[in-house]
Antibody
């Protein structure tokens, strides 16, 4: 059973870049057909898809965040990462990593709350 | 891309059936069979309940069913139980190879 675990800072200052990592256990990030995804949820709000990466490195991003988002993969560590630049209070959210498989989000991490505040 | 439209809340008594709608466009819900539904209890990560419009993953109760007509997908919960009280989100693949979620529906068991 594949498991995902997000890690990173819980507090980020405005204008800084957020860096989060998702560690994959119980399976290989090189698994064909799996797209490694990031999704966020603002406090008390709905889910927002951020983007995904394939192990080969190909990526797709939410158009509304595209200019600030970079998702990368480190196959040697079985991890993938999210960078979100120019953070503002509007980026305060719970960030989830998830596996996108056959057009649905199959496994999810537990989520990590990131607060943007000086 | 705009979020898919769901009713903010739906309620029902134990044993009843309820249906949650998810309305998009021909570029997402209406254009593909790739609609999925997720259940989220407070403080927890979402859980996949339905994929490809109407398929249930193993382990998900057959009280949950999905369908689609045109640009609107639906999730029906039959035999409503207290444990079904949660937030529900739909999601769809889109014509630009991206994904969009619904606005979310809070299900209350009366």
């Amino acid at each position: 059973q594949v498991q995902l675990q997000e890690s990173g800072p819980g507090l980020v200052k405005p204008s800084q870049t957020l860096s989060l990592t998702c560690t994959v256990s119980g399976g290989s990030i090189n698994t064909g057909g799996y797209y490694w995804s990031w999704i966020r949820q603002h406090p008390g709000k709905g889910l927002e898809w951020i983007g995904y990466i394939y192990y080969s490195g190909s990526t797709y991003y939410n158009p509304s965040l595209k200019s600030r988002v970079t998702i990368s993969v480190d196959t040697s560590k079985n991890q993938f990462s999210l960078k979100l630049s120019s953070m503002t209070a509007a980026d305060t959210a719970v960030y989830y990593c998830a596996i996108l498989y056959n057009y649905y989000f199959d496994h999810w991490g537990q989520g990590i709350l990131v607060t943007v505040s000086s | 891309q705009s979020a898919l439209t769901q009713p903010a809340s739906v309620s029902g008594s134990p044993g009843q059936s309820i249906t949650i709608s998810c309305t998009g466009t021909s570029s997402d819900v209406g254009g593909y069979k790739y609609v999925s539904w997720y259940q989220q209890h407070p403080g927890k990560a979402p859980k996949l309940m339905i994929y490809e419009v109407s398929n249930r993953p193993s382990g998900v109760s057959n009280r949950f069913s999905g369908s689609k007509s045109g640009n609107t997908a639906s999730l029906t919960i039959s035999g409503l139980q207290a444990e079904d009280e949660a937030d529900y989100y739909c999601s769809s693949y889109t014509s630009t190879h991206t994904y969009v979620f619904g606005t979310g529906t809070k299900v209350t068991v009366l």
